[in-house]
């Protein structure tokens, strides 16, 4: 009587791997803007570590922190600089900003001078940034919606205007918060920045390559170097 038939492979050999889909991750700079006290910090840790700290001590310098996220067949890699709202680091924003994909300018839907602010920074990078950039305008705080100063219709109607991506979110519920991201993904011209980096042969100063970086996920701190890491998985 013959041998029933096996699937093991004959001594010495091993069976061919599965083939496994690849896709290198699209790096894609991405800078946050906005007053004080919005909520800039927060908002990028909901997405990032899907995390709220109540009592976030305001942010000196820089933060920098990473997160990907896939979009159909592609992965976009966010390199994120969430920039000091204080004043006194204001002139130091350009150094964030330059070569950005994409830019989040937060206000404090409770606070009608930030979104004045906001828009000064909106005009700012309108001037001075990448003139392809995509910026989202987004009105934080929306748990506080008792409490709101800002009516979204003018926001909304500002952002219209401008050109502007627009949400509310709350970093604090997370409502919102990653479809902030995802939008902005959908709207980077992906196979322009290919194709431009393929040109080149290196992409514009990101990550590590950006001034004060100081590793993957961690403060920019001007007066003292922290490397505070965060852990950045799937997002979408």
Known sequence: MSAPPTNESAPGTAPAPAPVPSAKPVQVKLVLLGEAAVGKSSLVLR??????????????????????????????????????????????????????????????????????????WVKELQRQANPNIIIALVGNKLDLEAERTVPTEEAQAYASEQGLLFTEASAKSGEFVMEVFTEIAKKIPLEHLLASRSRTGAGPATGAGAPGAGGANGRVDLNQSSGSAATAGGCC
Do not use: H
């Open 47 to 120: 997405f990032v570590n899907n995390e709220f700290q109540e009592n976030k001590e305001p942010t000196i310098g820089a933060a920098f922190l990473t997160q990907k996220c896939r979009l159909e067949d592609k992965i976009i890699k966010f390199e994120i600089w969430d920039t000091a709202g204080q004043e006194r680091f204001a002139s130091l924003a350009p150094m964030y900003y330059r070569n950005a994909q994409a830019a989040v300018v937060a206000y404090d839907i409770t606070k009608q001078a930030s979104l004045e602010k906001a828009k000064s």
